[in-house]
């Protein structure tokens, strides 16, 4: 059964640093890897998404990489700013082939960007 | 911007009752998910839905729960008696348009309160 992690659980960072968020999946077999945010109290919002055969994807300060092999992907934001703040989640799908697959989410990383 | 629409925001039933929430996803596209998230955990995959029947379902999705596509714009989720435990956010994405074919896309959720 896929397991999805995300480290940390929760980060506070001043205004303007680079920062990194972590998600590991332990199934490889995946059919692409999406990253949303959360607001409080509010849906999902897509960020970015890669398929399996990619390695990056990139969306005006963000940069997803992702290294399938190894089980990981890494949210890359930079010059970060207070709207940023949010719950990031990281989702996997696996491939079934059929189109309407399922994913399965971490936990999300608590992002908090101190003005 | 199109996006996923959910109706109602805040539903609050009876242990026993019958609810039933409903969802209009983006005009165009073709599959469509039911997830849910209990407070502080996880988002959780229930049902997938393509061609007017569930493509697949995980364990969470048993007899109490259904969905139905109704008409061209509506896709609803009915549980037929609530527990407890229902109580959840519940999410409808869907995805499968022109562009970006399996970005899933969400809605602001329905809050599930069973009292």
């Known amino acids: 059964k896929q397991e999805v992690t995300q480290i940390p659980a929760a980060l506070s960072v001043p205004e303007g640093e680079n920062l990194v968020l972590n998600c590991s999946f332990t199934d490889s077999a995946i059919y692409n890897l999406q990253w949303f945010r959360q607001d409080p109290g509010k849906g999902l919002t897509s960020l970015l998404l890669i398929q399996s055969s990619q390695r990056e994807q990139t969306s005006g300060r963000l940069n997803a990489s992702l290294d399938k092999s190894s089980g990981r992907s890494t949210l890359y934001i930079a010059a970060s700013q207070p709207g940023d703040s949010a719950t990031y989640l990281c989702a996997v799908s696996a491939y079934s082939g059929g189109g309407a697959d399922g994913l399965t989410f971490g936990k999300g990383t608590h992002l908090i960007i101190q003005p | 911007e199109p996006e996923v629409t959910q109706t109602p925001s805040h539903q609050v039933t009876q242990m026993g009752q019958e609810v039933i929430l409903r969802c209009v996803p983006i005009?165009?596209?073709?599959?469509f998910y039911w997830y849910r998230q209990i407070l502080g955990q996880k988002v959780e995959f229930l049902v997938s839905?393509?061609?007017?029947?569930?493509?697949?379902k995980s364990e969470i999705f048993d007899d109490q729960f259904s969905v139905e596509r109704p008409d061209g714009s509506n896709f609803t989720l009915k549980i037929r008696s609530t527990k407890l435990e229902d109580s959840a956010m519940y999410f409808c994405a869907s995805s499968g348009g022109q562009t970006s074919t399996d970005t899933q896309y969400f809605g602001p959720g329905t809050r599930l309160t069973v009292l």
């Open positions: 005009s165009n596209h073709l599959y």
């Open positions: 839905f393509y061609n007017n029947e569930i493509s697949e």
